[in-house]
């Protein structure tokens, strides 16, 4: 019976940095509008290695994000390692042609596409991405710093689909950034 208890504390031990979240406030404001918190995740790298927390702010009962809807959205990503800009790149190419609805292809959105690539830096462990997408356009911002700022809506409304469409290369954090568990 001890080891029993003994194996369930560490069982906890190793659990509980997995269950930790950075300190994401209850609400953010994109263009004048106040959002709330609907989901926060964490994404791990090959399941083992923690790559970055990301907290989703959307309007209260507001419908599953969809790339046709008008509504205000932010997503907040926080890394908890270091990563080169190349990285991103690869990453958000791939994950932005795998979430394109059918009719639609890469090459429709290569301008607003290489804008964004264009403006990735590398991040350090505590560095922030913000990308934030209203009906007037959409930003993203490091550290608060703006890269991008376009009235290209749609545009940034595919772009934020890479975390949360159904064909995201990860569907663990979309569940859990959309409450879908």
Known sequence: MRRNNL???????????????????????????TLRLEGQGLLRWKGLFKVY????????????????GAEMARLDIRY???IPARGFVDATRAGFEAVLPAGETLSQWLGP??????AYQDVSAGDGYRLEVSPQGFRLLLNDRVLV?????????????VWLLPGT???????QLLSLR
């Not at 596409?113 to 264009?118: I, K, P």
Request: proline share 10%; net charge negative; hydrophobic share 50%.
């Open 53 to 68: 927390e990301a907290a989703l702010y959307r309007a209260p009962g507001a419908p599953l994000y969809s790339i046709d």
């Open 80 to 82: 908890l390692r270091d």
């Open 7 to 33: 194996n369930a504390l560490l069982a906890l031990v190793l659990l509980l940095p997995s269950l930790a979240w950075a300190n994401f406030p209850a609400t953010a404001v994109v263009a004048n509008q």
């Open 149 to 161: 700022d376009s009235p290209d809506s749609a545009f940034g409304r595919r772009l934020l689909g």
């Open 169 to 175: 290369p990860a569907p663990g954090l979309r569940e």
């Open 113 to 118: 596409l290489n804008q964004t690539l264009g």
